[in-house]
């Protein structure tokens, strides 16, 4: 506890970062936002374009949480839910499967070697409740599905996770964002998806650097 204390300045300087430009430039970041994704735009368009920004999210550096933020703005929450439900999905779909077919090499690409056997270890002791777990923390999200892969863990025990936290982490920023569309209030959503994935992800360093880690493999069978 003393040790997160000790660690919380650090944290607030890291989440002040993307929530401070939104104070200070909200209404303007606003209208940027807005110019590029027109009310009058073709939601079929929009809803393919969301699809496919976070279908890649585990290969590119997408900004996920804004992304799904702004698909509960521009289309509604149910609409948003579905959409980023889909393309969640669909991107841990692919990296499980082509970690699964190319294993630890292929996977070094996308995540660092220390962030793989940190979650190797949890995944040891925890099993696939990690997936649910780290589904909303950058990072851990893409290297949970990538150890899901190389240990190729059964098609069931992958899936189910995987499209239970998705739907959650869906209905959570799609409503966010749809509210943002109610009450004009599109920066701060926009700030608020950033900084929540960031402070997860502070926390979560932070307990892994003081648990100590399993080593041993995990078996995709039992």
């Known amino acids: 506890m003393w ?18 430009p939104f104070v200070f430039f909200g209404e303007m970041i606003e209208q940027v936002l807005r110019s590029n994704l027109a009310s009058e735009s073709d939601s079929t368009k929009v809803s393919l374009l969301i699809v496919v920004l976070l279908s890649t999210d585990i290969f590119l550096p997408i900004p996920s ?6 698909s509960g703005w521009r289309l509604g929450w149910l609409t948003g839910t579905l ?15 082509l970690a699964w077919c190319f294993g630890s090499r ?11 056997e ?11 409740s990690v997936l649910i777990i780290g589904r909303a923390i950058p990072v851990f999200a893409e290297a949970s599905v990538l150890m899901a ?11 189910l996770p ?17 509210l943002a569309a109610r009450y ?12 929540i994935p960031v402070f997860l992800a502070a926390i979560t360093r932070n307990l892994l650097s003081k648990t100590p880690q399993s080593s041993s493999p995990m078996d995709s069978d039992s």
């Open 83 to 97: 959409v980023t439900w889909i393309g969640m999905t669909l991107g841990a779909l692919a990296g499980y499967y």
């Open 106 to 116: 292929f996977s070094k690409w996308f995540c660092r070697s220390d962030d793989l």
């Open 3 to 20: 040790r997160l204390i000790r660690t919380f300045p650090l944290m607030m300087l890291v989440l002040a970062v993307p929530i401070v």
């Open 149 to 159: 892969g190389i240990h190729q863990l059964t098609w069931r025990r992958f899936f």
């Open 118 to 128: 940190a979650m190797q270890g949890l995944m040891s002791r925890f099993g696939p």
């Open 184 to 195: 004009q209030w599109l920066a701060a959503a926009v700030g608020v998806s950033i900084g």
């Open 162 to 178: 995987i499209v239970f936290s998705n739907f959650v982490i869906a209905v959570i920023y799609s409503s966010l964002g749809d």
């Open 65 to 70: 949480s804004v992304i799904s933020t702004m």
